[in-house]
């Protein structure tokens, strides 16, 4: 009953929802490594064919477009990053990897960091405790055995915590999450009020490419925006992080920036980074890792 009729909760009861998970002390550095006035963050979730399987579907079509990701988005996007000499972060969903773990290996080998993003992209906030335990140790585990290189950081697949998902990543030792909105820096996060030691690089819709481009055909959702006007919103953001000399942190997908009228977004991102000339690109864990040593 008092979950349909909030106005009825004590103010115990609310304020324990609100403080269970928050935005602890500012890792904000004086500065970025070499000087850099700014840290960029690119990363890419490579979701595959995985966002037609987290909900049961088996639409040969959408996994068409998932394996569109995996065989032209991603090397497309490593080509590019390979041009430029730039690192980034590719979170992959355990199924995924296990479809296509060539491609995981060429992401380590060529200098970039893999991140945690769920077992087969599932809804994480909605599981109980022992289920996404076991997905979150099995995806990590997955992720290992396949690049030979244990992750340290997690995005989680539906951008939201269930009550259990950060005691979770103590358990797992972790670096880093990237999931939570509460800054556009790095912060450490507190569970119930008690520091954890993780670091938060934040996400924001406004930076993920698929709040702009990506639809849904039998759901009616188009919200397309023109490239250039994408393009015109990250560089934005990019200016503002360096005028604040914070971070810059960018989502994107295969599946979605790959395509030929869109990956020039990023050739563009980085070239206006790289204009700069006191930018550091890095991966989100060199980026926590920096952080929490030289943070506030």
Not at 24 to 36: F, Q, V, Y
Not at 143 to 156: A, C, D, K, S
Not at 184 to 191: A, I, K, Q, T, V
Request: hydrophobic share 40%; proline share 6%; charged share 25%.
């Amino acid at each position: 009953m008092t979950e349909t009729e909030p106005y009825r909760w004590s103010e115990p009861e609310w304020r324990s929802r609100v403080e269970h998970v928050r935005a602890g002390r500012r890792l904000k550095p004086p500065s970025w490594p070499g000087g850099a006035r700014c840290a960029v963050a690119l990363s890419f979730d490579s979701d595959h064919e995985t966002n037609e399987l987290r909900d049961g579907g088996k639409s040969i079509g959408r996994m068409s477009w998932g394996q569109y990701g995996a065989r032209v988005g991603v090397p497309r996007i490593l080509d590019l990053l390979a041009r430029h000499g730039v690192k980034a972060t590719f979170f992959v969903p355990a199924v995924a990897a296990l479809l296509h773990p060539d491609e995981q290996r060429r992401v380590v080998a060529e200098g970039h960091e893999i991140g945690i993003h769920g077992w087969i992209h599932e809804l994480n906030s909605v599981l109980p405790h022992e289920i996404e335990r076991d997905l979150m140790f099995r995806a990590a585990d997955t992720l290992e055995e396949i690049t030979r290189i244990r992750p340290v950081g997690l995005r989680t697949p539906s951008w939201d915590f269930s009550p259990n998902t950060l005691s979770i990543e103590r358990e797992l030792g972790l670096l880093y999450d990237s999931s939570l909105m509460a800054d556009e820096d790095c912060y450490e996060l507190l569970l119930d009020g008690e520091p954890t030691g993780i670091v938060e690089l934040p996400v924001e819709w406004v930076r993920d490419d698929a709040a702009y481009l990506i639809m849904h055909r039998f759901g009616g959702l188009r919200p397309y925006t023109p490239p250039a006007d994408v393009l015109d919103i990250f560089r934005r953001e990019l200016d503002g992080a360096h005028v604040d000399g914070g971070l810059f942190q960018l989502t994107m997908h295969p599946h979605v920036i790959g395509y030929r009228s869109r990956i020039w977004i990023l050739d563009e991102v980085i070239r206006h980074a790289k204009a700069k000339g006191d930018v550091w690109f890095a991966t989100h864990a060199e980026v926590a890792a920096w952080a929490r040593e030289h943070g506030e």
